[in-house]
């Protein structure tokens, strides 16, 4: 088994890391891949939450770090998706609790035991950010429609593509098509001309999101517009060939139903 290391990163807080990597490590699941997503914010955890395995912590990546557990003891699995596993961030650490060679480490542990590892970023671009991306060979940058996210993105991206010389891709989060028409927030083409760089996925903004964090159950599990639009996105990330003949047409809603059941009939 050949494991893809992912690292989900903007630069900027807020735009929705947690919520792509916990969406689409969802949707990677559900479409048949033993996926693992590794929560690297130290001190600010979330990702246990937005999956609902906050009670189910034993261990965590400093755990692991320090020698107090190995890899797969520190794994929590999915409550749902037997292929799906969180490997938490301690609560009560700082950042420098973990270096870039103990998730370089984690990763080699791993390899050939998962398809997919999904590393969510912390915001900056410092020490954590650091950690995060360097076991990687493949990066998401995630921005919303605004001015700030999007110049943040950007530095991300030079910095991931001088660094690193890999894959970078975009996703673009809680885009409104109605706004940007009205020039009330920057238009997918304003994104795409800014940042110069491979698109991913739009994902629209969907009320059913702010849902994630009190149930801890990712929109992927949902027939919601966004829950298509990360599905698939992680179809498209197994299968780079994967398109949609308008992204534009799926993020206004058109012909929505007819991917919802496309999509999620032919979930294995």
Same mark, same amino acid.
């Given at each position: 088994?050949?494991?893809? +290391? /992912?690292?989900?990163?903007?630069? !900027?807080?807020?735009?929705? !890391?947690?919520?792509?990597?916990?969406? $689409?490590?969802?949707? &990677?699941?559900?479409?048949?891949?033993? +996926?693992?997503? /590794?929560?690297?914010?130290?001190?600010?955890?979330?990702?246990?939450?937005? $999956?609902?395995?906050?009670?189910?912590?034993?261990?965590?990546?400093? *755990?692991?770090?320090?020698?107090?557990?190995?890899?797969?003891?520190?794994?929590?699995?999915?409550? %749902? &998706?037997?292929?799906?596993?969180?490997?938490?961030?301690?609560?009560?650490?700082?950042?420098?609790?973990?270096?870039?060679?103990?998730?370089?480490?984690?990763?080699? @542990?791993?390899?050939?035991?998962?398809?997919?590892?999904?590393?969510?970023?912390?915001?900056?671009? %410092?020490?954590?950010?650091?950690?995060?991306?360097?076991?990687?060979? @493949?990066?998401?940058?995630?921005?919303?429609?605004?001015?700030?996210?999007?110049? *943040?993105?950007?530095? +991300?991206?030079?910095?991931? %593509?001088? @660094?690193?010389?890999?894959?970078?891709?975009? #996703? +673009?989060?809680?885009?409104?098509?109605? #706004?940007? =028409?009205?020039?009330?927030? &920057?238009?997918?083409?304003?994104?795409?001309?800014?940042?110069?760089? =491979?698109?991913?996925?739009?994902?629209? %903004?969907?009320?059913?999101?702010?849902?994630? =964090? !009190?149930?801890?159950?990712?929109?992927?599990? /949902? !027939?919601?517009?966004?829950?298509?639009?990360?599905?698939?996105?992680?179809?498209? /990330?197994? *299968?780079?060939?994967?398109?949609?003949?308008?992204? @534009?047409?799926?993020?206004?809603?058109?012909?929505?139903?007819?991917?919802?059941?496309?999509?999620?009939? =032919?979930?294995?």
């Amino acid at each position: 088994m050949q494991t893809r +290391v /992912i690292t989900v990163t903007s630069g !900027k807080g807020g735009v929705g !890391k947690s919520t792509s990597t916990a969406s $689409l490590g969802v949707a &990677l699941a559900l479409l048949g891949k033993r +996926v693992v997503v /590794i929560d690297t914010d130290v001190g600010l955890r979330n990702l246990d939450i937005l $999956l609902g395995l906050q009670n189910r912590i034993i261990y965590d990546i400093v *755990d692991f770090a320090e020698g107090r557990c190995r890899v797969r003891q520190a794994l929590i699995r999915d409550k %749902e &998706l037997d292929e799906l596993y969180l490997l938490p961030a301690a609560q009560t650490r700082d950042k420098t609790a973990i270096s870039a060679a103990d998730l370089i480490r984690v990763c080699n @542990e791993l390899r050939g035991q998962c398809d997919y590892i999904l590393i969510d970023c912390p915001a900056g671009i %410092e020490h954590g950010f650091r950690n995060a991306i360097a076991p990687a060979e @493949e990066f998401i940058v995630v921005t919303t429609p605004g001015l700030t996210a999007v110049q *943040d993105a950007d530095r +991300v991206i030079g910095i991931l %593509e001088t @660094e690193k010389n890999a894959r970078v891709r975009l #996703l +673009v989060n809680r885009y409104r098509s109605n #706004l940007a =028409e009205h020039d009330s927030m &920057l238009s997918l083409d304003d994104i795409r001309r800014i940042l110069a760089v =491979e698109l991913l996925a739009v994902i629209p %903004e969907d009320e059913n999101v702010l849902l994630q =964090e !009190k149930t801890g159950r990712p929109v992927t599990f /949902i !027939k919601s517009p966004a829950g298509v639009a990360f599905t698939q996105a992680a179809r498209r /990330i197994i *299968d780079p060939s994967e398109s949609l003949p308008s992204l @534009e047409q799926q993020i206004s809603g058109n012909r929505l139903s007819r991917w919802v059941g496309r999509l999620f009939g =032919e979930r294995r």
